[in-house]
Antibody
Framework: EVQLVESGGGLVQPGGSLRLSCVAS????????MNWVRQAPGKGLEWVSH????????YYADSVKGRFTISKDNAKNSLSLQMNSLRAEDTGVYYC????????????WGQGTLVTVSS | DIQMTQSPSSVSASVGDRVTITCRAS??????LAWYQQKPGKAPKLLIY???SLQSGVPSRFSGSGSGTDFTLTISSLQPEDFATYYC?????????FGQGTKVEIK
């Protein structure tokens, strides 16, 4: 069974940093691309970042470029998102998501971790 | 960036109704379009990928169609468990983008 379990969310002040982690199980992690997707309270889904299976290709949304860093540790079956210079508008639930091996769709989602940026 | 526009933003329907949601892309995304269902407090769930392929385990009352810039998600006979918010997403290019969502409510 595919499982994605996020951790690391919490309350942080504007300008602060936070590191999110996602531990994957139930599939061969090193062969899959991964994404982070977020959702502000009461709002829609926003794609945040993409990393290829071996970390050679990385993309970011313009809203987080230069502040967030995605990384993938295939030896530990883990995905991370380092978030720096956090802003109030970064508040929301962050989902760790697997990209399907047979296409580009997002086939498995974690339960999400809540990040709140507030003073 | 490719903009995804869903319509309607919300729809009120009864159990057994046929519901259609449309998604329009600001430029050609070929068939790289997926649909997701999200219930309150839960993670999104993949319903349809590659515009018209049904994800394993998803009931056959869900179907998708379209290519290029215009896409449709159809629920042929609405069931109580289908009341949720639905999102389209293009996967043709980066940045990936989602539609704003369509909330299907009980009439």
């Amino acid at each position: 069974e595919v499982q994605l379990v996020e951790s690391g969310g919490g309350l942080v002040q504007p300008g602060g940093s936070l590191r999110l982690s996602c531990v994957a199980s139930g599939f061969t992690f090193n062969t899959y691309e991964m994404n982070w997707v977020r959702q502000a309270p009461g709002k829609g889904l926003e794609w945040v970042s993409h990393i290829s299976s071996a970390s050679r290709t990385i993309y970011y949304a313009d809203s987080v470029k230069g502040r967030f860093t995605i990384s993938k540790d295939n030896a530990k079956n883990s995905l991370s998102l380092q978030m720096n210079s956090l802003r109030a508008e970064d508040t929301g639930v962050y989902y760790c998501v697997r990209v399907s091996g047979s296409g580009r769709h997002l086939d498995y989602w974690g339960q999400g971790t809540l990040v709140t940026v507030s003073s | 960036d490719i903009q995804m526009t869903q319509s309607p933003s919300s729809v009120s329907a009864s159990v057994g109704d046929r519901v259609t949601i449309t998604c329009r892309a600001s430029q050609d995304v070929s068939f790289w379009l997926a649909w997701y269902q999200q219930k309150p407090g839960k993670a999104p769930k993949l319903l349809i990928y590659a515009a018209s392929s049904l994800q394993s385990g998803v009931p056959s009352r869900f179907s998708g169609s379209g290519s290029g810039t215009d896409f449709t998600l159809t629920i042929s006979s609405l069931q109580p468990e289908d009341f949720a918010t639905y999102y389209c997403q293009q996967a043709n290019s980066f940045p990936r983008t989602f539609g704003q969502g369509t909330k299907v409510e009980i009439k």
